[in-house]
T-cell receptor
Framework: GQSLEQPSEVTAVEGAIVQINCTYQ??????LSWYQQHDGGAPTFLSY????GLEETGRFSSFLSRSDSYGYLLLQELQMKDSASYFC???????????FGAGTRLFVKA | DTAVSQTPKYLVTQMGNDKSIKCEQN?????MYWYKQDSKKFLKIMFS???????INETVPNRFSPKSPDKAHLNLHINSLELGDSAVYFC?????????????FGNGTRLTVT
C-alpha cells in the first residue's frame, strides 16, 4: 500500500527550531514535498526534495533520505505565524498522483 | 490574477440534492485535480486529469462526476448528496511530469450537507 507517517502534533516556542519527520511507503517515487496549510486556507507548497540531501529556503529546510524512505522539514526561528498544519507528500504514478500524509499540527507559543 | 479559482466558496444543501463546483486555472498547467479534505484535515486525492483526459480515479463513488471541457477547467458534479460528502473540496493544478512541479490549490469549497 501507499502511506506516509508524520506526527499529529508538535508544540514549540517562538524563536525555537522544530523538526517534523515523515516516513513513506509508496510504489513509485518522484520526490517528497512539503505543504503548509493555515486554518481555513489552502495548502501551499513549501519545498521539494527529489534527491537525497538538504534543501534550504530561508527559515525552512527539508531533508530526504531515499534509502531510508524518510524525510523531514526543519523550521528555524519560529514565529507565531508558523502555527499551521504541515503535510508531507509523495508524487507517484507517473507524476499524476500526489498523496499526502495526515498532517502535523504545529503550535507556536509565545 | 488568481491562479486557481474555484466557486462557490461555501455550499450548504440538503441530502439528495445535486450540486456542482467549478474550477479554473490560469497558470498554463496541463494537469488538474480534485482533493477532498475531511474534518480531520486528511487530504485525499479524488481525480487527476491531464490535458482533459481522466488519469486517476481513486475509487470515488460514481455520484461524483468530474468534467474537463479544456485543460484550464475542471468541474465537479455531485449527485444525490449524502451527509458523508460534507468536507472541503480543493481543486489543484500542476505541470505533468515527475520532477518538481508543485500543486497549486484553489481556496476550497466547503460543502455542508444537512
Amino acid at each position: 500500500g501507499q502511506s506516509l507517517e508524520q506526527p499529529s502534533e508538535v508544540t514549540a516556542v517562538e524563536g525555537a527550531i522544530v523538526q517534523i519527520n515523515c516516513t513513506y511507503q509508496t510504489s513509485g517515487f518522484y520526490g517528497l514535498s512539503w505543504y503548509q496549510q493555515h486554518d481555513g486556507g489552502a495548502p501551499t507548497f513549501l519545498s521539494y526534495n527529489g534527491l537525497d540531501g538538504l534543501e534550504e529556503t530561508g527559515r525552512f529546510s527539508s531533508f530526504l533520505s531515499r534509502s531510508d524512505s524518510y524525510g523531514y522539514l526543519l523550521l528555524q526561528e519560529l514565529q507565531m505565524k508558523d502555527s499551521a498544519s504541515y503535510f508531507c507528500a509523495v508524487r507517484n504514478t507517473g507524476g499524476f498522483k500526489t498523496i499526502f500524509g495526515a498532517g502535523t499540527r504545529l503550535f507556536v507559543k509565545a | 490574477d488568481t491562479a486557481v479559482s474555484q466557486t462557490p466558496k461555501y455550499l450548504v444543501t440538503q441530502m439528495g440534492n445535486d450540486k456542482s463546483i467549478k474550477c479554473e486555472q490560469n497558470l498554463g498547467h496541463d494537469t488538474m485535480y480534485w482533493y477532498k479534505q475531511d474534518s480531520k484535515k486528511f487530504l485525499k486525492i479524488m481525480f487527476s486529469y491531464n490535458n482533459k483526459e481522466l488519469i486517476i480515479n481513486e475509487t470515488v463513488p460514481n455520484r461524483f462526476s468530474p468534467k474537463s471541457p479544456d485543460k484550464a477547467h475542471l468541474n465537479l458534479h455531485i449527485n444525490s448528496l449524502e451527509l458523508g460528502d460534507s468536507a472541503v473540496y480543493f481543486c489543484a493544478s500542476s505541470l505533468a511530469g515527475t520532477g518538481n512541479s508543485p500543486l497549486h490549490f484553489g481556496n476550497g469549497t466547503r460543502l455542508t450537507v444537512t
